[in-house]
């Protein structure tokens, strides 16, 4: 056996690299589709709370739109107020135990991000929308565009892409955040690595490890990210490109 700190981290990396790997491969699976699915939870919750309220002279419509509103704020404030790793005990064990619901172990690690993230999405869309000129919306609205016909053509698109580098935040927040599934017996990478460092009993060893490859993961998302964002802002500087020799004059 290795009597060495060094020594260890190799025995360990050759003994369990199969199993890291596969949990760090599902600590980025559940981080990516838990915030796409966030994404769209947070997009209708931003859309619908961004609505303006009905008339007073239409009293049912305009308390149906104010309940719901209430309700989707009652739920960002909820999940943002809470724990995710209580949040995944209530939501595996509650649906378990009152609604005899045994979700699959994937399903219910979708559904906890999701809704987790998706309350943080929520306000992430809702500054989003605001930061649009309000200029655009009365142009829109004087061309004869009616709210829905706002949002998706002209305030939506440029919301969504001045919240991309706090979206793709997000990502990585949750490639950390999934660790705390490992309470509801999730396999991804911290829970794989509980299991390695009680058979050796060498929890240093195996939690540095595990850092480095979290690490490498955030680091190497982070940088991706910051690639798309530059892709999808542009250059800094464009140059305007004339014709010299334009048609019909000398």
């Not at 838990?34 to 919750?45: Q, S």
């Not at 989707?72 to 064990?93: D, H, K, W």
């Not at 045994?102 to 809704?115: C, E, N, Q």
Request: aromatic residues 12%.
């Amino acid at each position: 056996m290795p009597t060495s700190f060094w020594g260890w981290i190799v025995y360990l990396w050759k003994a369990y690299w199969p199993l890291l790997l596969k949990g760090a491969w599902t600590s980025l699976y559940i981080s990516f589709l838990g915030t796409a699915i966030a994404f769209v939870i947070g997009l209708i919750v931003a859309v619908l709370r961004s609505t303006p309220d009905p008339s007073r002279q239409q009293p049912v419509r305009y308390w149906m739109v104010r309940a719901l509103k209430f309700l989707l704020s009652a739920y960002v404030e909820v999940f943002r107020g809470t724990p995710l790793m209580v949040q995944a005990m209530v939501i595996y064990y509650g649906l378990m135990q009152y609604a005899h619901i045994r979700l699959p172990l994937f399903v219910a690690s979708m559904v906890i991000v999701g809704l987790n993230t998706g309350a943080y999405m929520a306000e992430i869309m809702r500054s989003g929308i605001r930061s649009v000129d309000a200029g655009q919306r009365e142009a829109a609205a004087s061309l004869g565009m009616t709210h829905w016909q706002t949002m998706l053509c002209v305030v939506l698109p440029q919301a969504i892409r001045n919240v991309l580098p706090s979206v793709g935040n997000e990502v990585v927040v949750n490639v950390k955040d999934t660790s705390v599934l490992n309470v509801i017996a999730v396999s991804e990478l911290y829970f794989v690595g509980k299991s390695a460092s009680g058979t050796y009993l060498k929890f240093f060893e195996v939690y540095s490890i595990i850092a480095a490859m979290y690490l490498i993961i955030t680091f190497g998302l982070s940088k991706l990210l910051e690639w798309v964002e530059k892709k999808m802002i542009g250059p800094e500087n464009y140059e305007l490109i004339r014709n010299e020799e334009e048609p019909g004059r000398e």
